[in-house]
């Protein structure tokens, strides 16, 4: 217990799994509050010290290791450094890594299509650092971004990391409740101050990539960049002990390479979860995402978070796939050898880290093969992009010879079980295992020498783990038992015995065998260090794989759901052609989805003011505009018979508050916020997104609102913008704004009911139909004439000055409080009156004097 509490001191913050045999305990707090979340019996260690104690077998240790990250835990891992059989005294024991949500780097533990991120981030008034790392695949990148915290907010959600370190002091400001709100799940881990200091993080990065200045990472004068990049790779090295050499070295990024998306707009286009439910169904990602690698899925969920800004980038991904989906056949044969390619990635992490099973080797292994394979299929292509993967793809053949030399094709589980190395990897093992071998022979034709020596036939030589070897001789025949046997045990029906020989002949064997554990785990060590000398090229091998991957799956989504290549030009306008929804077409029946037509540009067409009745798609169609200006940007084809378009430095998405309700946000504070952002951040190049924006308030406020929101963004900044809405009387807008046009889709009324046409046409809705489609979700016949009677009244523009319909205040006339506030009482409102009555230059001083005497009087009480 003293050892344990050392331990404990040390890792106070993180639950201690302490070794013992085969189990990992966890002892008095740390018992009773894990032994709640995994479920299993809480004991005592003793009945007199009444200590409490739980442990979980270490063999099926990970899923308890999951259980307790996933509610928030950190685990320090404690193992017995000597073999118990040999220490004196107490076994040696010491933490060997630090388990936390963003230092994870087990493959059965991690989601193989998300990348599992440790963030750190720093911030001045203008700008921040900000850096993040993957130990499962090596990734680490640093950046200094310039913007306040809600540049920083933003690409803290961007990354969405599972851990964020902050300095001590940092962890009481506001910003930090802001990042917890939208991730409910992020750790918060504070660091002592002087990790995120310049010169401490300098010193850790220029010692640990062992260069003498950080000019090759770019960062050299991006003191932001350092200090989080210092502050992510001294919480790798604490949390694995050092062991951390498959990090790469840091990338740096700014944010003007990529198109901006912020997370309002990414949860409002649905791109890598549905709004209603937060999962993946639904969403843009589960309808793109034809990956077969998860390395793959990793890449194409990157190439969705950072759009291209480059036309020339993007025209190189273009063409790689186009090239890919000219050849069906050749398509069909990569994807297929695609499918048998594994995590390279993570499974060369943990075979630095030490973690990897002799099967993952072979898988490895076959994996490098498949890769060779991948790169011949590829010999045809010669697409400037795929020319570049190819050449990352460096021959390994030598490594995988090496591989197939050392480890057996079907190695059992762990190293521990022996027989993971083949024969002839070793010549030493080689003679080792013939001795071991050579035992059973020898135990056979010891027992035939000892049988007719002695006369007894059914006299056995047999071998078991506690007893070692023995002569199995039935109580009938013990008479016959020669002098020289030593007898061992006795059971019910029979005696064994050793003999001097066999005991000698037992040490040798046994010494063999476990000469053989270790060598093969010495070997193992060895085959798992001459892997890790090629990490640099197989990292660009694993890194060209995945960018094939989602070349593959682009283009198979092209050709499965008829996307065209979109067109760039140097033209500030978007221009798409039988535009379809990319989520929403999916999940209709075949052909059942009506494409539509837009432009927009910067001279006649900047705002399209779409209005509609209710379910006639306005939504859809200003989402797909936006689905489409994103897959256009990430290089991928589109859900379009034809587009063309200038590059988009932004998307906005906004949704009205009412839509948001189900999500429990405060809404219109919400919507307002978030409009005001749109306004202080939208440039001419952006696309903006309006869905029925100003609904969260009284008609006449949303109408003010939204029709202010309008002209300021013709006026002043030039973006073009998509906006639905069912308040028809923006239509009105166009008449005054040359660049405003209204838009509607179109829906025909037939027999008192409605059809959809879902067709986007020129001109505005005149009315909204509501009622029919109130009507056709099945709302009582007598509700329905009501409300078509109190429509006719409104339509003759029966308000009151609240906004409010005349017809509903036929209860208590005047005994509703108005919805607007109103700043003067009707007391204030005749001070008002008297003052504008009042000609200063006709009065004397002392009338003045006694004029506000009395209106004074008139305010008091
Ligand atoms: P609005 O925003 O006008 O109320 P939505 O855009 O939410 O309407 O569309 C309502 C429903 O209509 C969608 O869920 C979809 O099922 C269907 N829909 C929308 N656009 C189309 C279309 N172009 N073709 C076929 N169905 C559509
Ligand atoms: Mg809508």
Not at 685 to 697: A, K, V
Request: overall charge neutral; some cysteine; hydrophobic content about 40%.
């Amino acid at each position: 217990m003293r050892q344990y509490s050392e331990l404990k001191n040390k890792y106070a913050d993180a639950i201690l799994f302490f070794r013992l045999g085969d189990f990992y305990e966890m002892f008095l707090d740390d018992a009773v509050v894990a032994s709640k979340i995994l479920n299993i019996t809480l004991t005592a260690r003793n009945k007199e010290s009444n200590v409490p104690l739980c442990g979980v077998p270490h063999h099926s240790a990970q899923i308890y290791l999951k259980r307790l990250l996933d509610a928030g835990f950190k685990v320090a891992i404690c193992e017995q450094l000597e073999d118990p059989a040999k220490a004196k005294g107490i076994v040696k024991r010491d933490v060997v890594r630090v388990l936390t949500p963003g230092t994870i780097a087990d493959i059965d533990v991690l989601d193989p299509r998300e990348n599992n991120y440790l963030m750190a981030v720093t911030l001045t008034n203008s700008a921040a650092g900000v850096s993040f790392a993957d130990i499962s695949t090596g990734e680490f990148f640093t950046a200094e971004l310039a913007g306040g915290e809600t540049e920083l907010i933003e690409e803290i959600r961007r990354v969405s990391p599972k851990e964020l370190l902050v300095s001590a002091g940092f962890e009481t400001s506001p910003l930090i409740k802001k990042i917890k709100d939208g991730s409910h799940d992020l750790m918060i881990t504070i660091q002592d101050p002087a990790r995120f200091t310049l010169k401490s993080a300098k010193g850790l990065l220029l010692e640990h990539f062992q260069i003498s200045n950080l000019h090759s990472f770019g960062i050299e004068n991006m003191p932001l960049a350092v200090s989080a990049a210092g502050a992510v790779l001294g919480y790798l090295i604490d949390t694995q002990k050092g062991n951390i050499k498959n990090i790469n070295s840091p990338r740096t990024y700014t944010n003007s390479d990529s198109m901006i998306i912020d997370e309002a707009t990414r949860r409002n286009l649905e791109i890598f979860s549905n709004i209603s439910r937060g999962s993946r169904e639904e969403s843009l990602i589960e309808i793109i995402d034809l990956t077969s690698t998860p390395m793959g899925a990793r890449e194409l969920k990157k190439w969705l978070l950072f759009p291209l800004q480059d036309r020339h980038k993007i025209t190189e991904r273009q063409d790689a796939i186009e090239e890919i989906c000219l050849k069906p056949l050749e398509r069909r044969g990569i994807i297929e050898i695609l499918c048998s390619i594994n995590d390279i990635e993570r499974l060369l992490s943990r075979t630095h880290l030490g973690s990897v099973t002799p099967r993952e080797l072979v898988s490895l292994r076959e994996s490098l093969q498949n890769c060779m394979e991948l790169k011949k299929s590829l010999r045809d292509f010669s697409s400037p992009f795929m020319s570049r993967l190819k050449e990352d793809m460096a021959d390994h053949s030598d490594l995988i010879d090496y591989l197939k030399n050392a480890i057996e094709d079907s190695p059992p589980q762990t190293i521990k079980d022996c027989g993971v190395i083949k024969q002839g990897f070793n010549k030493e093992l080689d003679e080792l295992r013939s001795i071991s071998r050579e035992g059973e022979k020898w135990m056979v034709q010891l027992e035939v020498k000892e049988r007719s020596r002695t006369g007894i036939g059914s006299l056995k030589v047999r071998y078991n783990r506690v007893f070692g070897y023995y002569i199995d001789v039935t109580r009938a025949n013990l008479h016959l038992v020669p002098q020289d046997y030593i007898r061992k045990q006795s059971l019910a029906n029979s005696e064994r015995f050793i003999t001097q020989e066999l005991k000698e002949f037992e040490e040798k064997i046994v010494n063999a065998n476990e000469r053989i554990i270790q060598l093969e785990s010495t070997l193992f060590d060895e085959i798992r260090k001459k892997i890790t000398e090629f990490s640099a090229p197989l990292k660009y091998l694993a890194g060209a794989v995945a960018n094939i991957d989602v070349i593959a799956s682009c283009a198979a989504v092209a050709v499965k759901r008829n996307y065209c290549r979109p067109r760039f030009t140097d033209r500030n306008e978007i221009v798409i052609k039988d535009g379809r929804h990319p989520v929403i077409e999916s999940h209709i029946q075949k052909n059942g989805f009506v494409p539509n037509d837009a432009k927009i540009d910067t001279e006649e067409n900047q705002i399209l003011i779409i209005t509609g009745p209710n379910m006639a798609g306005k939504s859809t169609v200003i989402r797909q505009v936006g689905l489409i200006v994103l897959l256009a940007h990430t290089g991928s084809f589109v859900p379009a018979a034809e587009v063309s378009m200038g590059i988009v430095d932004r998307i906005f998405a906004r949704v009205g508050a009412m839509d948001e309700l189900a999500r429990g946000r405060s809404t219109f504070m919400v919507e307002m916020n978030e409009t005001a952002y749109i306004l202080r951040h939208a440039t001419e190049r952006s696309l903006i997104l309006l869905d029925e924006i100003g609904r969260g308030t009284a008609t006449f406020d949303g109408i003010s609102i939204a029709w202010a929101v309008a002209e300021y963004i013709h006026e002043k900044i030039g973006a073009k913008t998509l906006f639905a809405t069912h308040y028809h009387e923006l239509t009105e807008l166009a008449i005054t704004k040359p660049r405003i046009k209204n838009f509607t889709i179109s829906v025909r009324e037939w027999n008192e009911k409605i059809i959809f046409l879902r067709k986007l046409v020129p001109g505005g809705a005149s009315r909204s139909f509501g009622i029919q489609v109130g009507k056709l979700a099945g709302l009582p016949l007598e509700v329905v004439e009501r409300a078509k009677e109190i429509l006719a009244n409104l339509e003759k523009g029966e308000f009151d000055s609240a906004g409010k319909p005349r017809i509903a205040k036929n209860t208590k006339e005047g005994g509703q409080t108005a919805s607007q506030m109103t700043f003067f009482s009707g007391r204030d409102l005749e001070v008002i009156e008297e003052l504008k009555k009042i000609a200063p230059e006709a009065i004397t001083p002392i009338e003045a004097l006694q004029i506000l005497n009395s209106l004074k009087n008139k305010l008091k009480d």
